[in-house]
C-alpha cells in the first residue's frame, strides 16, 4: 500500500511539473505573438511617420521657394538660389521608401 501512495504521489507530481511547463509555454507564446503584433504596429507608424516627413520637406522646400522668389525675383537659374539647395530625402531609385529593421 506504501509503494501505491508513493506511486500515486509522484504521478501527481509529473502531472503538476507538466502542466505548469505547459503553463510557461502558452505564456511564451502569447508573448511572441504580443511581439509580433507591435512589431507590424511599429512598421505601421513608421511608415505613417515616413510619409509626414516626406510631406513636410516637401512644404519646407515650397515656402523656401516661394520666400527666395518673393526675395529675390524667380531666379531658378542663378548660382545663388542653386547654392542654397533645397532639402532632399533620398529614398530607393523607383522612389519607394526603404524599408527600416527593428530588430
Known sequence: MYSAVRRN???????????AILKQRH????????????????KAKLLELQV??????????EWYRSFMEATQGPQTGSEEFTAENPMELRGKENGALEEVGLE
Do not use: W
Open 27 to 42: 505564456k511564451e507564446k502569447e508573448y511572441i505573438s504580443r511581439l509580433a503584433q507591435d512589431k507590424e504596429e511599429m
Open 52 to 61: 509626414l516627413v516626406m510631406r513636410l520637406v516637401t512644404e519646407r522646400n
Open 9 to 19: 504521489r509522484h504521478l501527481v507530481n509529473t502531472l503538476l511539473d507538466q502542466r
